[in-house]
Nanobody
Framework: QLQLVESGGGLVQPGGSLRLSCVAS????????IGWFRRTSGEGREALLC????????IYEASVKGRFSISRDNAKNTIYLQMDNLKPEDTAVYFC????????????????WGKGILVNVSS
């Protein structure tokens, strides 16, 4: 069955950058849309960006516009989240999730999730 595993998180200073990877195993991601979400204490999981099966990207969270970008490498069965100019308020557990072909900003639309990875933006 499909499994998604996030990597690339950790501690970074404000203004720094990280690139998260979401690697799939069990089946190809070629025909799926993949979204990046994040969750903080006391809040629900919020949609950040999504990339559809054709490679088109959608931004759902205004606070990351111009700072975060999403891409996919189908040959490596991997989706990336590039995060630049990180801020302390970006501290969260970041998740990738799979849905069918077209992007969605709703958590309920996603059928499979990674377990998440912590990004801690702090001095």
């Amino acid at each position: 069955q499909l499994q998604l595993v996030e990597s690339g998180g950790g501690l970074v200073q404000p203004g720094g950058s990280l690139r998260l990877s979401c690697v799939a195993s069990g089946q190809t991601l070629d025909y799926y849309a993949i979204g990046w979400f994040r969750r903080t204490s006391g809040e629900g999981r919020e949609a950040l960006l999504c990339i559809n099966s054709a490679g088109g990207a959608t931004i759902y969270e205004a606070s990351v516009k111009g700072r975060f970008s999403i891409s996919r490498d189908n040959a490596k069965n991997t989706i990336y989240l590039q995060m630049d100019n990180l801020k302390p308020e970006d501290t969260a557990v970041y998740f990738c999730g799979m849905t069918w072909s077209f992007c969605s900003g709703y958590e309920r639309s996603f059928a499979s999730w990674g377990k998440g990875i912590l990004v801690n933006v702090s001095s």
